[in-house]
């Protein structure tokens, strides 16, 4: 049963419910303003406040305890730098949640919810409109009047005194007021001023930063285009050897082919020479043969014509014999 359970459950269980809300805070602290159903808001008002009252004592043990809801450094870092600073002397209601009307679609009431002192318009606005107010003090009674009656006169102008005070007090206000404003609006144009410069500091580094990629880029450039020459040089250089083996190679097969055709040549004239003294010995044998054939028939005749001689002898012999 829901005995006395007054907050508003927001259709969520409670792990999820209470993530919500420390997710919602920790925006509502960085951004000093969001944009909600007004359900949600009133329900993180509650979430919230207690936190901001916590942070007005900067110690361990209240960071700690406003971690343990947030669940976020930069926005505990935050409240506890800033924005408990700026709502220091505020006694409670640091937040406003004002309508924005309803939600297209499903009619939800929306609402803005924001920290009440970074609004700078309203403040402004209720700096304009505040009001001086005069107080005055009423008449003593009669009874007064009687035992006063002796200081009528010092009575009378007493009431003037007090006026007068109050006015300058008044003033003294309205001036401090408004030496808080100007000192607010001065602060405020100092940290735009910062900021300014921060952003003008972050382009310089980030050119500063490209300069230096161009610059370390041109050199890769550099370097390989030079790498790439000495490959270039190196390949040449490889090269030329390679075409000065193929011109002695080629040289070598030059004189080898010559070598072969003068060596062709020794053997065509050599071949030439044995014909000839081959047809030289075909000719010897030829006339060897033809005088073989021809000493056999002188023989013959030779012969013949001897005993031819010895049948008729000579005159001289037959002289002889007759001597």
Not at 61 to 82: C, G, I, T
Not at 133 to 139: D, I, V
Not at 148 to 155: F, I, K, L, Q
Request: negative net charge; aromatic residues 2%.
């Amino acid at each position: 049963m829901r005995h006395k359970k007054s907050f508003n459950h927001l259709s969520r269980k409670s792990a999820h419910r209470s993530a919500m809300l420390s997710n919602m805070a920790s925006s509502l602290i960085k951004h000093k303003r969001i944009f909600t159903t007004t359900a949600k808001a009133k329900a993180l008002k509650r979430y919230i406040e207690p936190l901001i009252t916590r942070s007005r004592e900067d110690s361990t043990h209240s960071r700690r305890v406003v971690f343990s809801y947030l669940q976020d450094k930069e926005a505990v870092s935050e409240l506890f730098r800033e924005v408990a600073v700026k709502v220091g002397e505020r006694p409670g209601g640091y937040t406003r949640i004002i309508r924005t009307g309803a939600r297209q679609g499903d009619n939800a009431d929306m609402c803005m919810m924001e920290l009440v002192d970074y609004n700078p318009t309203m403040l402004a606005e209720k700096d304009a409109t505040k009001k001086t107010s005069r107080r005055r003090r009423g008449s003593r009674g009669k009874a007064a009047e009687k035992k006063a009656e002796p200081a009528a006169t010092a009575g009378k102008e007493a009431p003037a005194a007090d006026a007068e005070i109050a006015d300058a007090e008044i003033a003294d206000a309205e001036v401090a007021d408004a030496e808080i404003a100007d000192a607010e609006i001065a602060d405020a144009e100092v940290a735009d001023a910062e900021v300014a410069d921060a952003e003008i500091a972050d382009a310089e580094v980030a050119d500063a930063e490209i300069a230096d990629a161009e610059i370390a880029d041109a050199e890769v450039a550099d370097a390989e285009i030079a790498d790439a020459e000495v490959a270039d040089a190196e390949i040449a250089d490889a090269e030329t050897p390679a075409e000065t083996e193929t011109a002695e190679a080629d040289e070598a097969k030059a004189s080898v082919e010559s070598a072969e055709a003068e060596t062709a040549e020794a053997d065509t004239e050599a071949e030439t020479a044995e014909a000839k003294s081959a047809e030289s010995q075909t000719a010897e044998t030829k006339a060897t043969d033809a005088e073989d054939s021809v000493e056999p028939d002188q023989l013959a005749s030779d012969e013949t014509g001897k005993k031819k001689a010895g049948d008729q002898p000579d005159d001289d012999t037959e002289n002889k014999k007759d001597a």
